[in-house]
């Protein structure tokens, strides 16, 4: 399939990674972020990523996002194999059929909340679809704050235009890296709940990497990393049932 195109059918899995192991450096000094993961996230989920400090989440999720590249083993993007694309089709990708939440909002100063939310559109060269924005940004809770430039938003207003900037496309997939980690427990819920809202009405699918149990326990499935390897998932988490596998985990 081209990586212009929109999936025409319905698919199970959004993502997928075969035998991914990624070493940073080389030699004695090398690092095995991620050893032999397998792994594929359903399609229409919200699935989190955790594990301790330096257990590969965030290379495991560059990775899938087509920002850093594997060692040896396969990343898809539905049927798309990501290593057989040129950095311009990797590019598209990732403009139409990806989104990204980060940490820190990358939201433009210059822009008003509005205009940073259809910026994606707009670099894409296409309109936004005035149903479906209406729909973003009033799940999102923002409506008297659209003209408002990032500067005169709270920083969980900032990340919830960020949230609604990175559905704006309706993305194959929303990336989310620590989307919470700068926000109080109230914004942070405030956003979780958006995020939970989008897969469960509009069918979207997620993939987080968070330290949060509480942020993880809206996720329908959790990915448990450690030292680079898989070694357990949970459906229908509670912040308590993660909190006690994270200890198992010896965080
Ligand atoms: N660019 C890099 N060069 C060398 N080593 C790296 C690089 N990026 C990550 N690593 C190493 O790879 C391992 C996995 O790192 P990664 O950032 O994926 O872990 P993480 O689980 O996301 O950690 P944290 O929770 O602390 O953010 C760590 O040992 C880390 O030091």
């Known amino acids: 399939m081209s990586v212009l195109q929109s999936p025409?059918?319905?698919?199970?899995?959004?993502?997928?990674?075969?035998?991914?192991?990624?070493?940073?450096?080389r030699g004695d000094s090398a690092v095995r972020a991620l050893?032999?993961?397998?792994?594929?996230?359903?399609a229409g989920a919200f699935?989190?990523?955790?594990?301790?400090?330096?257990?590969?989440?965030?290379?495991?999720?560059?990775?899938?996002?087509?920002?850093?590249?594997l060692t040896s083993g396969q990343v898809c993007i539905g049927d798309t194999d990501v290593a057989k694309l040129s950095d311009g089709e990797l590019t598209l990708l990732r403009r139409n059929r990806l989104g990204f939440i980060f940490q820190?909002?990358?939201?433009?100063?210059?822009?008003?909340?509005?205009?940073?939310?259809?910026?994606?559109?707009?670099?894409?060269?296409?309109?936004?679809?005035?149903?479906w924005l209406a729909q973003v940004v009033a799940a999102v809770g923002l409506a008297d704050r659209l003209g408002h430039r990032p500067a005169e938003l709270s920083g969980g207003q900032q990340q919830r235009v960020a949230a609604a900037r990175a559905l704006v496309t309706r993305p194959e997939i929303v990336f989310a890296d620590e989307p919470t980690g700068a926000l109080d427990s109230r914004s942070s819920g405030e956003l979780l709940r958006f995020l939970r809202h989008a897969v469960d009405e509009y069918g979207q699918t997620i993939v987080m990497v968070t330290h949060d149990p509480v942020a993880a326990s809206y996720a329908d499935r959790v990915l448990f990393l450690r030292d680079g390897r898989v070694?357990?998932?949970?459906?229908e988490p509670t912040a308590d049932r993660i909190l006690d596998a994270m200890k198992g985990l010896g965080e």
Request: aromatic residues 4%; proline residues 6%; glycine residues 10%.
């Open 104 to 131: 820190t909002y990358n939201l433009v100063p210059t822009l008003t909340a509005q205009e940073n939310i259809v910026l994606p559109l707009r670099l894409g060269g296409r309109n936004a679809d005035p149903e």
């Open 35 to 42: 050893d032999d993961v397998s792994f594929e996230f359903p």
């Open 8 to 25: 025409s059918e319905a698919r199970t899995v959004a993502a997928r990674v075969v035998g991914a192991t990624k070493l940073y450096g």
């Open 47 to 69: 699935t989190a990523i955790m594990g301790p400090s330096g257990s590969g989440k965030s290379t495991l999720l560059h990775c899938l996002a087509g920002l850093d590249t």
């Open 231 to 235: 070694v357990s998932q949970m459906t």
